[in-house]
């Protein structure tokens, strides 16, 4: 029998760090950008009684605390692997990205109530102030999802970030143009409206950042990593006779792991297929932790557990049994 663990590259962890680095400049001019206007625009939506400008307002909020979070975790990531913590403290980006996830559900709701209480009872709204304030937001926002797209975006936490960023960018463009109709019109429930579109993309987003996160913390195979293909794959390996016990999980966005019993053929090379399955799961898959069991066939390893299917994948199909 034999068990081994196996990662490519030897500069993968420096490149890491060199790469959160940067992450960490790019998120931090963002957040100096957003904290400064946001300041700036709760004093005149206050002024100009504006629920969108308000809405855009706490939207910044919660950009500037989700920028915090995405700092905070890619800090606890980049620590080494220790004690219990096998993994290091990497899915903190994840916590990270479904805690964004979950204020843009908490925004949503909140102004959807206010923006149809607005819509029965609609206060008067200084709609040139509230087009003006709109007008910089855009920039500002501009110039602040520009910074985070030059972060890793493949990372979750970041993409949180940037969802946040880019959802209130949105925000400003809605509320630009509800500043411009109130200011021409005199059609104050524009402002109302505004609010309710705002609140609907950030549903949108909340969702995406929840559902993805979702699907690490429970362990789902990645997008695009189909665990039937793989194995039909790996079983059709030279000598290889079964393949079980496969799981393939996510340690957190961008890291995929894979873990599976093989069975080969009696006398051959347990090492020598070994290290083609590896090299096959990081050419083609990009799967770079493996973690692969390697034994000959007989009756003794013929009777070790079964794949999530309960059935092996088999060398002669190339499937699972029932598959097709």
Not at 220 to 225: K, N, Q, T
Not at 226 to 233: C, E, K, L, R, V
Request: with cysteine; net charge negative; proline share 3%.
């Amino acid at each position: 029998m034999a068990a081994d663990t196996h990662e490519h590259g030897s500069g993968h962890s420096h490149g890491h760090g060199v790469s959160a680095n940067a992450d960490r400049k790019w998120l931090t001019i963002a957040l100096i950008l957003i904290g400064g206007f946001m300041a700036v625009e709760v004093v005149i939506g206050v002024i100009a009684q504006s629920l969108a400008l308000i809405s855009d307002a706490g939207h910044m909020l919660t950009d500037a605390a989700s920028i915090v979070l995405a700092l905070i975790a890619i800090r606890l990531a980049s620590r080494p692997a220790r004690g219990s913590y096998t993994y290091g403290l990497k899915r903190a980006e994840i916590l990270s990205a479904q805690a964004n996830g979950v204020t843009l559900f908490l925004l949503a709701a909140f102004f959807i109530y206010e923006g149809i209480r607005r819509l029965i009872t609609p206060p008067e709204v200084s709609g040139l102030l509230v087009f003006v304030t709109a007008l910089a937001g855009i920039v500002v926002n501009v110039a602040a999802t520009w910074c985070i797209s030059k972060a890793n975006r493949s990372s979750l936490n970041v993409e949180g970030a940037f969802q946040h960023i880019l959802n209130d960018l949105y925000a400003f463009i809605a509320t630009a143009i509800a500043g411009a109709v109130v200011w021409l019109t005199g059609f104050t429930r524009a402002d109302a409206i505004a609010a309710l579109v705002v609140a609907a993309l950030m549903l949108k987003a909340g969702w995406g950042l929840v559902r993805e996160s979702g699907r690490i913390f429970l362990e789902a195979a990645p997008v695009g990593l189909d665990p039937d293909t793989i194995g039909a794959q790996l079983a059709s390996v030279e000598s290889v006779t079964e393949v079980h016990d496969l799981h393939i999980w996510q340690i957190t966005s961008g890291q995929p792991a894979l873990s599976a019993h093989i069975l080969v053929v009696p006398n051959s090379d347990c090492h020598g297929i070994r290290r083609e399955i590896e090299e096959l799961l990081h050419t083609r898959y990009d799967i770079d932790h493996t973690t692969l069991q390697v034994d000959h066939e007989g009756a003794e390893a013929s009777t070790h557990c079964l794949d999530p299917h309960g059935e092996p994948y088999r060398a002669e199909d190339n499937s699972l049994p029932g598959k097709g």
